[in-house]
């Protein structure tokens, strides 16, 4: 019989800590359900303490998730504990995730501490944390730079004072694969409550160096039975271990002898809903869920799969819900086919929403022949920018070589309408400059991407734009077959989220 390694998706935390990935609660609990669907075991729903979102959002997903279990996370401290118990009152299965610093770094530096006396803090953590919950993991932050020894040390005792499982985190994704199994085994050898299976050992690896699966893989093959993964491995700096890659690797790799929950096919849904509502891209050659995980482009290879599709393809596209044969949406799709294929998407429409989605889908089917994944999911969450204060009434722009360009713009700014024109170097800067000349605020224009083009002229462009004003650096995202009027929405995006 083969092993089970458990899944703990941390998207809703460490994903989404990420600058630019904010979800509201709403979009929080559709990736909640949907990781549910995807049959993940734990779900690491927030931060509660962090803020009033936070808070807010772990006591929904516990409302909307049936049998996942519910974590939360702390630091070491009882007002944390206290508040993230309250946060997950209505969560079926619940666990509170706290943890302190152990790597001589961390004492020295964050805590002014000395080893010993950070044992006490995680053992009277974990103690007061199972006042509340029977399930309390603890994590070991920068457990990959702990000496082996003392890290021991300090896996015993919050395993005797009560912790169901130990997290070992690379919080800064240094440690070399070989090294980080190495650890895994050591405490695996040296921890009698693990031996004795009061515990389980958990992997939580960073990718700054681009090991976080190697690791990942290094630990569970020495013995840790939870994987903590994000949808893409968004995450922190260079993200975390991704859950599609561990997943994959087990399936493909039977002969390991160690099975997940997940249904494979629900990834790529699972990934394109994390992107899109993220406005986080996914680099084309992302192993399992890149646009071109799956492309064969030169001869040689397009030879081969055809003759044998194994000759280069290790897995099924459609093992990991790749359908080459979706239903493609143009302007005569129903209603019913557009909500079939968003329902496919991991996104649930109904009444007015359904039938405001399906106008937008309408116009969009106008423009373009055949409307995409990337486009309904994109359609679907167009409602975010209805409430904001600042939209786009229209836009002109008058461009061409050899001349300067001219642009005219109207806005609506809370029911006042305004319009302004301006000349600039290119569409995109005479539209910004006109849209200064009404908005009249110190705004920089600090990061302007504008995302690959992938299946045709007529497609939707996707443009992130990072603005620093008062301070603070904003980020804001539009999409648009028009990329001019992408990108002034992704500048109004950012003036949105401006707090004063
Ligand atoms: O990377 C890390 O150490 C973490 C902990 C808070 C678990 O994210
Ligand atoms: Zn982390």
Same mark, same amino acid.
Not at 116 to 137: F, M
Not at 446 to 454: G, H, L, R, V
Not at 473 to 493: C, K, M, P, R, W
């Given at each position: 019989?083969?092993d089970?390694?458990?899944i ?12 630019g ?5 709403v ?14 075991d734990?779900i ?7 803020s009033?979102?936070d808070?807010?959002?772990v006591?929904?997903?516990s409302k ?18 206290d ?13 509170i995730?706290t943890?302190?610093g152990?790597?001589?770094s961390?004492? #020295?530096y ?6 010993e006396?950070?044992i006490e ?5 974990v ?6 919950v ?6 070991a ?6 000496e082996?020894?003392?890290?021991a #040390? ?9 912790a169901t499982?130990?997290?070992i ?14 650890k ?5 050898e040296h ?6 299976g009061?515990?389980?050992?958990s992997?939580?690896?960073?990718n700054?160096?681009?090991?976080a699966?190697?690791?990942?893989m290094a630990g569970v ?8 993964v ?6 922190? #700096?260079?993200?975390?271990?991704s859950?599609?890659?561990v997943?994959m690797i087990?399936k493909c ?16 849904p699972?990934s ?12 084309p ?11 064969h482009s ?5 030879d ?13 596209p459609?093992?990991?819900g ?7 949406l143009t ?10 294929r ?7 429409l ?5 039938d405001?989605t399906?106008q ?11 409307v ?5 999911l994109?359609l679907?969450?167009a409602d #975010?920018?209805a ?9 002109q722009v ?10 005219c713009?109207g806005?609506?700014?809370a029911?006042?309408k ?6 600039g170097n290119g ?24 995302q690959a083009?992938s299946?045709?002229?007529?497609d939707v462009?996707k443009?992130h734009?990072?603005v620093?004003?008062?301070g603070?650096?904003y ?9 001019v009027?992408a990108?002034?929405e992704?500048?109004?995006?950012c ?6």
């Amino acid at each position: 019989m083969s092993d089970r390694l458990f899944i703990f998706d941390t998207t809703l935390r460490d994903g989404e800590q990420v600058p630019g990935c904010q979800l509201n609660t709403v979009e929080k609990i559709q990736v909640a359900k949907q990781l549910e669907a995807l049959g993940v075991d734990v779900i690491e729903a927030g931060f509660p303490i962090s803020s009033p979102g936070d808070f807010n959002s772990v006591i929904e997903i516990s409302k909307a998730v049936t049998w996942p279990t519910i974590c939360a996370l702390t630091r070491a401290v009882q007002k944390d504990i206290d508040v993230a118990a309250d946060a997950l009152r209505e969560a079926k299965h619940k666990r509170i995730h706290t943890g302190i610093g152990t790597s001589d770094s961390h004492i #020295r530096y964050k805590f002014n501490s000395n080893r010993e006396e950070i044992i006490e803090r995680a053992v009277a953590a974990v103690k007061y944390a199972k006042r509340y919950v029977e399930d309390v993991e603890f994590y070991a932050e920068d457990a990959g730079r702990t000496e082996n020894e003392y890290l021991a #040390r300090v896996v015993e005792a919050v395993v005797k004072a009560g912790a169901t499982v130990v997290n070992i985190p690379d919080t800064t994704g240094y440690c070399l694969p070989q090294e980080y199994g190495a650890k895994i085994k050591y405490l695996m050898e040296h921890v009698d409550g693990l031996s004795a299976g009061k515990a389980i050992l958990s992997t939580h690896c960073h990718n700054d160096l681009g090991m976080a699966t190697a690791n990942t893989m290094a630990g569970v093959l020495n013995g840790a039975r939870q994987a903590e993964v994000t949808i893409n491995g968004i995450g922190e #700096r260079a993200g975390n271990t991704s859950l599609e890659e561990v997943a994959m690797i087990l399936k493909c790799h039977r002969g390991i002898g160690i099975d997940t929950n997940i249904n494979t096919q629900k990834i790529y849904p699972t990934s394109r809903m994390v992107s899109s509502l993220m406005n986080m891209p996914v680099q084309p050659n992302k192993a399992i869920v890149g646009r071109n995980a799956f492309a064969h482009s030169s001869g040689i290879h397009q030879d081969g799969v055809l003759k044998n599709v194994q000759t280069y393809e290790i897995m099924n596209p459609k093992d990991v819900g790749i359908d080459d044969n979706a239903i493609v949406l143009t302007a005569r799709s129903g209603r019913a086919a557009l909500k079939h294929r968003l329902s496919v998407l991991g996104v649930e429409l109904e009444g007015e929403r359904l039938d405001a989605t399906y106008q937008e889908f309408l116009k969009l089917a106008d423009k373009k022949k055949e409307v995409n994944d990337d486009d309904i999911l994109m359609l679907a969450g167009a409602d #975010r920018a209805a409430a904001h204060a600042v939209k786009l009434d229209y836009l002109q722009v008058t461009t061409g070589m050899g001349v300067k360009s001219v642009a005219c713009i109207g806005l609506d700014i809370a029911g006042e309408k305004f319009e302004a024109s301006a000349s600039g170097n290119g569409p995109v800067d005479a539209a910004i400059k006109a849209l200064k000349n009404i908005i009249k605020r110190q705004m920089v224009l600090k990061e302007f991407t504008i995302q690959a083009i992938s299946k045709g002229s007529d497609d939707v462009g996707k443009v992130h734009m990072q603005v620093e004003y008062d301070g603070h650096l904003y980020y804001g995202f539009g999409a648009n077959t028009d990329i001019v009027t992408a990108s002034v929405e992704a500048y109004i995006d950012c003036i949105n989220k401006f707090k004063k």
